[in-house]
């Protein structure tokens, strides 16, 4: 085990903040984007075992929001109405002072998949989940303390 680590050194989610276009996301609950590699099958001769090719991959994320305004509603109704579908450019950041240090990713190019007009139940706290495909990332910053 790396010097120093113990399990106030993982890094929380309460840190983090997002920005969509250069606009503060106050109100963001959680967010993820990922990669998702497209792979064929390979069957190499004298192998049992199939091998794989990498052959590109698909950048897949979700924004979730507590439900404290109309934002998206408001971003993209009028494009998507004249049958535009506008990219984004999605900045996350996480921070936590007690962690090895903070991590910021870019994720450009990035197309919602769709848009939610109304989604309440009586007695449940309004939350809104954008999910978005992308095709560009940066990494601005990453964690590289822990002794890995």
Do not use: C
């Not at 199939?50 to 929001?65: E, I, Q």
């Not at 002072?97 to 190019?109: C, I, K, L, Q």
């Amino acid at each position: 085990m790396p010097a120093g680590f113990n399990g106030e050194r993982i890094i929380s989610g309460t840190g983090g903040e997002l920005w969509i276009d250069g606009d503060y996301v106050a109100e963001v609950k959680g967010f993820q984007a990922k990669l998702e590699f497209n792979k064929e099958d390979v069957q190499l001769a004298g192998n049992m075992g199939v091998d794989s090719k990498f052959m590109g991959y698909k950048g897949n994320g979700s924004v979730r929001l507590h439900k404290v305004n109309s934002r998206m509603i408001k971003k993209y109704s009028a494009a998507i109405q004249k049958g535009i579908l506008p990219r984004a450019t999605i900045l996350s950041s996480l921070n936590d002072p007690a962690a090895f240090g903070a991590e910021r990713v870019t994720v450009s190019d990035a197309s919602f998949n769709d848009l939610t007009l109304a989604d309440w139940e009586a007695g449940v706290k309004g939350e809104t989940e954008a999910p978005f495909t992308f095709t560009k990332w940066e990494t601005n910053d990453l964690i590289t303390g822990g002794g890995i």
